[in-house]
């Protein structure tokens, strides 16, 4: 269950400030994919939300793609440096995040297990696009608003805690910990080589143990972002999409979801 909620944990990192720079050790190609029409090109990068800062990926393709595209669209644009609040007029629920002691549990050890790693949110993909992007003068959009990404996390389901250990037994904690450092391990190798089948297991996981966490942060989201690129496809310009990783994989992923409007997607890295 908690390689499952993985994506899930890293997606509730605090934003943080740019990480220091790091001899760069070696090259990496995350999956890309695009669409287009006749004067519509939208680029879809699959980002990881945590990342140890020593591979090169902001090159070639990526880099190419991102240069020449008009606007960055994250999940979410996150408020650096000053109080969450919410945008006027807006009519929803409190901007409250209330998910089970479990999930956030999970977050502190995802975390944790992730800086074990030597990796930080600083060097996510998310926030290094972001801070280039802001540098050059590029504009910077979210699919998501701050308070849905915070009311989805509300709707979190609940799971089972763990039972307290008795006496002369392992601690399922550190066991726990184990697991996680490996997986963040695996999911970042596989990131780093653009290698879809790490995060389809992790999907595949998820779904199985907890189906209704699954629907609220993949499936239904998937189809929201789809019908966005859709109604975008409708005005001419370039448009680089930035995503987790996981959002472009399975059978529920984002690419899915825009061929069922007919739109076919093409790998470029």
Do not use: C
């Not at 190609?29 to 519509?40: C, G, L």
């Not at 089970?100 to 995802?110: E, K, V």
């Not at 990796?119 to 003068?137: C, I, K, S, T, Y």
């Not at 966005?228 to 529920?252: E, N, S, Y």
């Amino acid at each position: 269950m908690l390689n499952a909620l993985l994506a899930a944990a890293i997606a509730t990192a605090p934003p943080s400030v740019q990480a220091s720079a790091q001899p760069l050790a070696e090259d990496a190609s995350p999956a890309m994919f695009m669409v287009r029409d006749a004067d519509t090109t939208v680029y879809i990068f699959g980002t990881f939300h945590a990342l140890d800062g020593k591979s090169d990926w902001f090159r070639d393709r990526v880099k190419d793609a991102f240069e020449g595209s008009e606007e960055l669209v994250l999940e979410t644009v996150i408020p650096e440096g000053k109080p969450i609040a919410p945008r006027p007029g807006f009519r929803g629920p409190p901007l409250t995040v209330a998910p089970s002691a479990s999930f956030l549990a999970t977050t502190r050890m995802a975390i944790s297990a992730g800086k074990a790693q030597g990796m930080q949110v600083g060097n996510g993909a998310d926030n290094v696009l972001r801070h280039v992007a802001e540098a050059q003068g590029k504009p910077v959009e979210g699919l998501e608003t701050l308070e849905l990404q915070l009311n989805m996390f509300n709707r979190m389901p609940a799971t089972k805690a763990a039972p307290v250990p008795k006496p002369g037994e392992p601690v399922e904690e550190q066991n726990q910990m184990q697991d996680l450092t490996k997986a963040m391990a695996a999911m970042q190798s596989a990131w780093k080589h653009g290698d879809q089948t790490v995060f389809v297991k992790m999907l595949n996981q998820l779904e199985k143990v907890s189906p209704d966490t699954y629907r609220v942060m993949f499936t239904e989201r998937n189809a929201r972002w789809a019908d966005w690129i859709a109604g975008r496809m409708q005005t001419p310009g370039t448009v680089f999409v930035a995503v987790g990783a996981g959002h472009l994989a399975g059978k529920d992923s984002l690419l899915v979801r825009l061929a069922e409007h007919g739109i076919t997607s093409s790998r470029l890295n």
